[in-house]
């Protein structure tokens, strides 16, 4: 166990950085947390695919959207039926329709469904449609409602928000443990610095910083990353080559008339040929993978 203890070491200091989320950090006895959907698993070997518009809008444009990603190996299907949004003045969901829209495709495709909870008082109607809620980053700072969506006992999707720090994301996640659920995903998508050109700042470092001290699964959005679908793919690759257990991308029929960030959505082509092109990144993650589960059984025997 020799060389291990170099690597004990880092994990020490990093153990005194976080040291008040000590439930997120990996330890002797949890390296990495499954969280099972349906009938898979996100933080395992496979690598998972959410996608979907931003805003539910129509049956036609969910149900076309959500055949087309499951087509191009999504296992989720993202859309958010209660909008978090910049103006009060915009587009702010379809509430219980568009949940119902969520439910009808999940039906149809078998796709898993994510979509945001926004308010405590909107939970259990939330959490009958969704398989994962997700608590956006406008809300990572909210204790009361991530306390509540864990208490749903759903899975959550839990957004860094525009201005946290890691351990600030830890300390969210803290919570939704100490309500009892360990179904926590972390979900790196940007933030904000002094750059304006891309909409945030895609922290890509933290998608490696978290699979390195944090046993809970991370998730890259490219698509709230960069705020601009020609960097959607390659922000995706770097997404992985970090080491996300998954992505998830806003994905639209039309995006130049999509209801909300339609920017950074990739139409169904630019979709498929986003993971064509991932394909590689992805074989080698699970290569990558294979190998370093190797290398502990090989420590192991060594020990
Ligand atoms: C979204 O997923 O559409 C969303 C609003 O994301 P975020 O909370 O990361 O801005
Ligand atoms: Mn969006």
């Known amino acids: 166990m020799l060389p291990r203890i170099g690597v004990r070491g880092v994990r020490e200091s990093w153990h005194d950085r976080f040291a008040d989320t000590p439930d997120v950090l990996k330890s002797a006895w949890r390296q990495q947390t499954v969280v099972p959907v349906l009938d898979f698993e996100i933080g395992g070997s496979e690598f998972i695919n959410i996608a979907g518009p931003c805003s539910v809008e129509t049956e036609a444009q969910l149900l076309a959207t959500a055949h087309s990603v499951r087509r191009a190996g ?62 956006g980053s406008r809300n990572m700072e909210n204790d009361s409602l991530i306390a509540a969506a864990a208490r749903a006992g759903r899975p959550m999707l839990l957004k860094r928000g525009l201005v946290a720090t890691v351990a600030d994301l830890f300390r969210a996640a803290q919570i939704a443990l100490d309500n009892g659920n360990p179904k926590v995903i972390l979900c790196e998508r940007g ?41 959607v793919p390659a922000a995706a690759r770097i997404g992985v080559a970090a080491g996300a257990d998954g992505l998830i991308v806003e994905v639209h029929p039309d995006p130049d008339t999509a209801w909300s960030d339609g920017d950074q959505s990739l139409n169904f082509e630019e979709y498929d040929a986003m993971m064509s092109s991932l394909a590689p990144w992805i074989a080698l993650r699970e290569e990558d993978m294979r190998a370093s589960v190797a290398g502990d059984l090989d420590a192991a025997e060594v020990a």
């Open 191 to 231: 933030i904000r610095t002094f750059e304006t050109a891309t909409r945030n700042t895609f922290d890509a470092a933290s998608i490696a910083l978290i699979k390195q001290v944090s046993h809970l699964p991370v998730i890259a959005d490219p698509s709230h990353a960069t705020g601009r679908r020609g960097l």
């Open 74 to 135: 999504a296992r989720i299907l993202r859309g958010g039926a209660f909008k978090p949004r910049t103006s009060p003045y915009s587009f702010q969901g379809l509430g219980l329709d568009g949940l119902k829209l969520l439910g009808r495709a999940r039906r149809e495709t078998g796709l898993a469904i994510v979509t945001e909870v926004m308010s405590e008082t909107d939970m259990d109607l939330v959490a009958e449609y969704a398989d994962i809620l997700q608590i």
